[in-house]
Antibody, heavy 118, light 105 residues
Framework: EVQLVESGGGLVQPGRSLKLSCAAS????????MAWVCQAPTKGLEWVAS????????YYRDSVKGRFTISRDNAKNTLYLQMDSLRSEDTATYYC???????????WGQGVMVTVSS | IQLTQSPSLLSASVGDRVTLSCKGS??????LAWYQQKLGEAPKLLIY???SLQTGIPSRFSGSGSGTDYTLTISSLHSEDLATYYC????????FGSGTKLEIK
């Protein structure tokens, strides 16, 4: 069974940093692209970032370019999102998702809440 | 590509046939998926590539469409289908629609 479990969320002040993790199990992690998708409170879904199987290619939505870094450790079956220079508008639930061949997201974690507020 | 979903809110009865619409600002070339999100839960993939049913999803869900216009149909509404439904395109960039909230009368 595919499982994705996020951690690392919480309350952080504007301008500070936070690092999210996503532990994957139930599939060969190194064979799949991965992604982060966010959802602001009572809002819709937004793709945030994606990473290729080996980690050599990364892609970001414009609003997080230069502030967020997606990475992975295939030996640990773990996906990361380093979030720097956080803004209030980054407040959201962040979902880790398996990204099929740079197309759709077929499995999602349960999500982790990030609140940016002073 | 921007996606416009309609209606934003739909109220229907158990047993009804329900149709949700998703329209793209450009040709999506059938690279469209549908997700179901129940309150407090993560999204779940229902349909990919316009009409391919994800493993484990009931056959009452189906997708259709082409070009800029796509549809998710629930052939006979069940009470557990109460959720918000999002379309998502991966033809040019990666974008989600704003969602259709489905209520049960």
């Amino acid at each position: 069974e595919v499982q994705l479990v996020e951690s690392g969320g919480g309350l952080v002040q504007p301008g500070r940093s936070l690092k999210l993790s996503c532990a994957a199990s139930g599939f060969t992690f190194s064979n799949y692209g991965m992604a982060w998708v966010c959802q602001a409170p009572t809002k819709g879904l937004e793709w945030v970032a994606s990473i290729s199987t080996g980690g050599g290619n990364t892609y970001y939505r414009d609003s997080v370019k230069g502030r967020f870094t997606i990475s992975r450790d295939n030996a640990k079956n773990t996906l990361y999102l380093q979030m720097d220079s956080l803004r209030s508008e980054d407040t959201a639930t962040y979902y880790c998702a398996r990204h099929r061949e740079w197309s759709y997201f077929d499995y999602w974690g349960q999500g982790v809440m990030v609140t940016v507020s002073s | 590509i921007q996606l416009t979903q309609s209606p934003s809110l739909l109220s229907a009865s158990v047993g009804d046939r329900v149709t949700l619409s998703c329209k793209g600002s450009q040709n999506i070339n059938n690279y469209l998926a549908w997700y179901q999100q129940k309150l407090g839960e993560a999204p779940k993939l229902l349909i990919y590539k316009t009409n391919s049913l994800q493993t484990g999803i009931p056959s009452r869900f189906s997708g259709s469409g082409s070009g800029t216009d796509y549809t998710l149909t629930i052939s006979s509404l069940h009470s557990e289908d109460l959720a918000t439904y999002y379309c998502y395109q991966y033809n040019n960039g990666l974008t989600f629609g704003s969602g259709t909230k489905l209520e049960i009368k």
